[in-house]
């Protein structure tokens, strides 16, 4: 791209060379080519129908589970706001827009007494939940996922099944270049203040246990067991991250300005000036020391993006 005016028209906003370090938790991280914010999901599909297709295009929730690296990301980056934020209760299914907050989407659930509880404590919006099949406390968005609504890169405004995305733990199969725009869920029911008792207790659980405070991207490595804490008294630890981490004595090492965070040895955490080199790297020494003390090879949870400096790696 030589600038904006080589791009399709939009309704929307279209910004050259956006910082993107303070759209994520992280904070750290190189500009976005171009960011697009499209004003609704016609304006999203006329803009990706009329894209050249050899321009990539990242879709970018609220930056809860990503590092951006220091060099940028190179194409176009999509970030869904208030045209993809509703929340809407069709008899006992919830309809939720991709810009949707978890959070927002379980206690509106809740209040009319459907149970969508595991999402209150899972930071990010319902596009994230959904692409990475997201979890806690043994319920996973595949457990009451119905369907989604996506463009796909050519501008096609598609309806996908649940069945289609082969949800496992998480990962999907979404197209490459969709961009989900609203998920349909299935919940089971319950007693309105009871599921809002059990947000509490979870709250509660998760404040006591995580490092709510600091500057992180939630989990860093997925669970080599294969599925996510139960919170139950019978919770096995043998393989979960932090436990492998803790066994390979990571709790606590530093890399710059990034740290493995005492409170919770899974939470790769900006402690103050960090780069996005700094983040990843650690979380490369991390993944050696556990494989070297273990022989278990720890898969990131975050998602990183775009270069590092001149190197041309865009995503893994």
Known sequence: MKD???????????????????????????????????????????FLSALDPDIPVFPMGVGSNLIVRDGGIDGVVIRLGRGFNTITIEGDQVIAGAAALDAHVARKATEVGLDLTFLRTIPGTIGGAVRMNAGCYGSYVADVLTSVTAVLRDGTVTEITANSLSLAYRQSTL????????????????????????????LAKRDE??????????????????????????????????????????????????????????FLTNA????????????EDVRKKVYASQGIKLEW????????????????
């Open 175 to 202: 197209p490459d270049g969709a961009v989900i725009t609203q998920a349909r869920f299935s919940p089971p029911a319950g007693d309105p203040e009871a599921l809002a008792q059990r947000m509490t207790d979870q």
């Open 4 to 46: 904006l005016h080589d791009l399709p028209a939009v309704r929307g906003t279209l910004t050259a060379h956006r910082p993107l370090a303070d759209l994520t938790w992280m904070r750290v991280g190189g500009p976005a080519e171009v960011l697009f914010q499209p004003a609704d999901q016609d304006d999203l599909a006329a």
């Open 301 to 316: 949870e975050i998602m990183r993006v775009g270069r590092r400096g001149d190197q041309d790696a865009q995503k893994e």
């Open 272 to 283: 103050g000036g960090a780069t996005a080199a700094d983040l990843e790297d650690l979380g």
């Open 209 to 266: 246990t995580q490092p709510t405070k600091d500057r992180t991207a939630g989990s860093t490595f997925r669970n080599p067991a294969g599925f996510s804490s139960t919170g139950r008294t019978d919770d096995v630890h043998d393989l979960k991250a932090w436990k492998v981490i803790d066994n390979a004595g990571m709790r606590g090492a530093t890399l710059g300005g990034a740290a493995m965070n005492t409170k919770h040895s899974n």
